[in-house]
């Protein structure tokens, strides 16, 4: 990072995570305790089934860091939280995420905590206070489906046009955001990105899924063709993204990230199986999935240009680390295992309905 980038610091603040024990949260939190030895952490999560605290057990004694289960849908608690803490910052990750539970669930849950929790943050920070910033996490999922082979890309003033329940209540969550800084001068930023990779993600998402499955004998699904398209970018270069957002992006401000990998799922799936030396007639097609984007494609040049971030790694290198750590971590996996049992009712339910001839 430039000089300009590092006159801002985490040392001596508070930071609020919300939803710090899933994926994408419980690596930020890593980065930053790591990266700021004066820096304090507060992980606000429901544990829901794919919360883990096992994925922040490094830092379970570490003064630093403090747990605090609880629901951002909670108004009590979240101002409660607040009050207790008086955080200088807030990011939240808390999100119902999984597409297909959105379909065959259900939207309420994701309706509660993708919006009713997001309004719950944004009046603490407009009601309590003394909040720096506060970075709402986000989807590409809100702006819709691109067509395959256009070359077009989602920018920051592409209109959202969500397909799926899950990425509408996103969007209600974003759209609030923006309302909140423009009616009350709230300082909060958005952030869409693409699909994200790596270690101890919940093997509901699509790479660590086909892994498991690959080491248990068992074949890829892929729903209709296998060529929808999807931008992977590595979760620490997210990561890395929503700090220079949190310590310098502007309030008001909606930054789209990606790292320019765009891959479609038949494409993931032959990865998959060229690493493990196996044959693509383990691929399994099924049935589309009810309003499945075709494509996803971000331009990321804003948050290039203005905060100076850029990924760090390969796909090839990032994704051959990432199986490779699954297969090395069967301890984690099935402790995860042991406490959700299947990883993906929802497309296996589906697999039995809908096999392509």
């Known amino acids: 990072m430039s000089k300009k980038q590092t006159e801002h610091s985490l040392n001596g603040k508070v930071l609020l995570v919300c939803g710090g024990a899933g994926f994408i949260g419980s690596n930020f939190i890593r980065s930053i305790l790591k990266k700021y030895p004066k820096a304090k952490v507060v992980n606000l999560d429901k544990l829901t089934y794919s919360g883990n605290l096992d994925n922040l057990r490094e830092f379970s004694d570490e003064v630093r860091y403090t747990f605090v289960r609880g629901d951002i849908a909670d108004n009590k608690k979240v101002n409660a939280i607040f009050k207790k803490y008086a955080p200088d910052y807030v990011i939240n990750f ?8 959105s379909i065959h669930v259900g939207a309420l849950e994701f309706i509660n905590t993708n919006v009713v929790g997001v309004y ?22 809100v702006y819709g489906s691109l067509e395959l082979d256009s070359g077009v890309e989602f920018t920051e003033t592409t209109a959202f046009a969500p397909n799926v329940p899950y990425a ?10 923006r309302a909140y800084h423009n009616t009350w001068n709230v300082p909060v930023v958005v952030t869409h990105c693409s699909n994200n990779y790596g270690p101890r993600q919940y093997p509901e998402k699509l790479i660590p ?3 498991l499955r690959m080491l248990e004998g068992k ?7 296998g060529r929808h398209v999807r931008d992977w970018i590595y979760v620490t270069d997210h990561c890395d ?3 220079l957002c949190l310590l310098r992006g502007r309030a008001g401000a909606v930054y789209n990230i990606g790292a320019d990998n765009e891959i479609s799922n038949r494409e993931i799936a032959k990865h998959i199986l060229d690493y493990f030396g196996k044959d693509e007639d383990l691929i399994e097609f099924v049935g589309d ?3 499945h984007d075709r494509r996803y494609a971000i331009d990321a040049s804003l948050i290039k240009k ?3 971030w850029k990924p760090k790694h390969r796909f090839k290198d990032a994704f051959s680390e990432t199986v490779k750590w699954y297969t090395e971590n069967s301890k984690w996996v099935g402790r995860v295992r042991r406490k959700t049992g299947v990883f993906n009712p929802h497309i296996d339910l589906w697999r039995k309905h809908n096999i392509k001839e």
Do not use: M, W
């Open 168 to 177: 509408a209540t996103k969007a209600g969550g974003d759209l609030l955001c």
């Open 306 to 308: 203005e905060l100076g």
């Open 289 to 291: 999935r009810p309003g």
């Open 219 to 225: 074949s890829l699904p892929l729903y209709g063709d």
């Open 241 to 243: 993204a929503l700090e």
């Open 94 to 101: 808390a999100a119902e995420t999984h597409v297909d539970r």
């Open 209 to 211: 899924y086909f892994v």
């Open 120 to 141: 719950n943050l944004l009046e603490a920070v407009k009601e309590i206070g003394g909040v720096r910033t506060f970075v709402q996490v986000s989807t590409d999922e």
